[in-house]
């Protein structure tokens, strides 16, 4: 005979599951189990798990075994963030199935995820005290705009050894990689000339709370007693002679830049001042809190590639577009370099974080502010028009609205501020844990007590549709407070809506990563890499060329399509070719021309020599 008791225990379970099992999602579904269901510790190493998804337009967890399975390392990311309920996620793919992430035979693996070019380093962005959920993802596509390297990302919902942890943004690890910073590689054997110049990513940042051992392991102090970290490689993979020079060379960009004429001084001979602009500009419009001080990227190119400190990708702006109150976070006016220099040690006291002195040199040059401007008005006259930024944000509330429903009643945060102290409500019943705003917690974490945490929100409203368009009305208060500062009028209709950017991905599949495995996706039976991709530098007309093979070496190493001047004569670099042209702030083409693949110089017509322009490619903007 039956258990009564066993049957009436079996059918609540059962009950209980049924609605989990009968919810659909318009969002991929992401289905994560670590290794015997093991709990994730804040701070500990990845552990093994299961991961897999679902993106067929409509998912359930009932179809969960039909997912593609991905072999995975999982930990707790962040340093603030990990003390939130929701927690972000680092991913590391894995070759195999492990029971012991450190076995040797448990090694990285690029593949696909989510259809984005193939990689092994993953980023589970679980937006929490941004109520929007959207911060990241419009940081990341205005900067993507401007025609440089930024994380892709794609939206999703996740669930976590059987709870659902709500909405997700899948994000590209920043590291060098050809789909990703698109740098050199430094090989174990580069030690000396050309070859240990590079490459190497870098960031300014917090570390293990920038205590002296946690540093030494990460990175180095610089001259000026910046918090400067090896991201990729990491210090641990690299030899003497590597972590020598680059901290020679960021102590040389600190001796150089950090006074006098940043453009006579031999500091933009050192630093790529083009690109500061677009990411100081790009520092401005977000009025990131955080800037300059933590989750500062920068990387650098072997010197026969260029070799100058770019500054970038972008990273981290939950606290960004008025999020916060802090160095003039919650205000539409105001510039983010001097704000956040004077602050004087980040608020409270803690002088190792700081803006360095190079970087505010750099913001107080007349010719960089000039170049400033200019960008300004062609980012605004195209790619950054409010029209373009309007539509982007309109995608993200259809393509959330179901998503964001769910994501609310398991993190029911709307209407109050949220932070550090914030508790679980699935784990104990108290989502707040304490008052409904200010910087400082109180009571929280279900457990009683004080906690000594943060309250992150500078405006709580009650929806999410609320919080969306509070965000539109702050970025249309702040773009339009730097137009008046840089005398610009945005003009009715955007030049351009797009920046000339690498979407074909499988340009990248031959070697994306720094890992050796090449892996293809576990879902697609053959190479998805066409036969155009693989025969794009074969053409019958490169055997023509013989300066072919120095284009290919250089494609492979720098940005596919770019455009220098000097004075009057323009050098364009076209992965593909075609109608180059020229155009006014308001559409007007002011000079075309047909030009092939690969790189060609010629002279502009005197008629623009003086006026503002828009370079474009195939209609889609090129940048400098």
């Known amino acids: 005979m039956f258990n009564k008791s066993k049957i009436f225990f079996f059918c609540i379970v059962l009950a209980m599951a049924l609605p989990i099992f009968a919810q659909s999602y318009d969002l991929p579904l992401v289905i994560v189990n670590t290794q015997n269901r093991q709990a994730l510790q804040k701070g500990a190493d990845k552990i093994p798990a299961t991961m897999r998804i679902l993106d067929n337009g409509t998912n359930s967890v009932a179809d969960s075994s039909k997912g593609e399975k991905y072999n995975i390392g999982i930990k707790i990311r962040g340093q603030t963030s990990a003390d939130f309920p929701k927690k972000g996620y680092g991913i590391e793919l894995k070759a195999r199935s492990c029971t012991n992430i450190a076995d040797t035979a448990c090694h990285d693996t690029s593949l696909k995820v989510l259809g984005m070019p193939k990689n092994a380093d993953w980023v589970f962005h679980g937006p929490y005290v941004d109520k929007t959920l959207i911060r990241n993802a419009l940081a990341y596509w205005l900067y993507q705009r401007t025609g440089r390297y930024s994380s892709r990302f794609k939206f999703f919902e996740l669930y976590l050894n059987g709870q659902y942890k709500g909405v997700y943004l899948l994000l590209e690890k920043i590291k060098r990689a050809k789909a990703r910073v698109h740098i050199a590689k430094l090989k174990d054997e580069d030690i000396s000339g050309d070859d240990v110049t590079g490459g190497y990513v870098l960031s300014i940042d917090k570390v293990d709370n920038n205590s002296t051992q946690g540093l030494d392991k990460e990175g180095f102090k610089s001259k000026d007693g910046s918090p400067v970290v090896m991201r990729s490689p990491k210090k641990e993979n690299t030899n003497k002679q590597q972590q020598q020079y680059i901290q020679n060379f960021f102590n040389k960009i600190e001796s150089t830049c950090d006074n006098g004429d940043v453009m006579s001084n031999g500091c933009s001979d050192i630093l790529d001042i083009e690109a500061a602009v677009d990411y100081v500009i790009h520092e401005d419009v977000t009025n990131n809190t955080d800037a300059y001080i933590c989750s500062f990227y920068m990387f650098k190119n072997k010197d026969s590639k260029g070799g100058k400190l770019q500054l970038g990708a972008p990273w981290d702006f939950n606290l960004a577009f008025g999020a916060y109150q802090r160095v003039g976070g919650e205000k539409a006016d105001g510039w983010r370099i001097p704000q956040s220099a004077n602050d004087g040690g980040f608020a409270f006291g803690m002088n190792e974080w700081f803006v360095a ?268």
């Open 357 to 624: 002195k190079w970087i505010q040199n750099l913001w107080r040059n007349n010719t960089f502010q000039q170049k400033y401007k200019e960008r300004w008005a062609e980012l605004r006259s195209g790619v950054w028009h409010t029209k373009n930024i309007d539509k982007f944000i309109d995608s993200l509330k259809t393509v959330l609205k179901n998503a964001a429903n769910r994501n609310f009643e398991r993190w029911p945060n709307l209407g109050q501020s949220s932070g550090t102290c914030d508790a679980d409500p699935m784990e104990s019943g108290n989502n707040n844990g304490g008052n409904n705003g200010g910087m400082w917690g109180g009571w929280g974490g279900g457990m009683g007590g004080f906690c000594m945490g943060m309250k992150m929100n500078y405006y709580n409203e009650p929806t999410w549709d609320a919080e969306i368009e509070h965000l539109r009305k702050y970025v249309k208060q702040r773009f339009a407070w730097i137009d008046q500062q840089m005398s610009f009028s945005e003009p009715a209709s955007p030049v351009v809506t797009e920046a000339l950017i690498i979407d074909d991905w499988n340009y990248y599949d031959k070697d994306d990563d720094d890992n050796p495995t090449t892996s293809t996706n576990p879902s697609s039976s053959s190479s998805n890499t066409s036969s155009s991709s693989r025969s794009r530098f074969s053409t019958s007309s490169s055997s023509s060329n013989p300066g072919i093979a120095a284009i290919r070496d250089h494609l492979e190493i720098t940005r596919l399509n770019f455009y220098t001047l000097n004075e009057n004569r323009i050098t364009v670099q076209s992965e593909r070719g075609g109608m180059f042209r020229l155009m006014d702030f308001n559409g007007n083409v002011l000079f075309e021309k047909q030009i092939n693949a690969g790189m060609q110089s010629f002279h502009i017509p005197r008629a623009t020599r003086n006026q503002h322009w828009i370079a474009t490619l195939n209609g889609k903007m090129i940048s400098r």
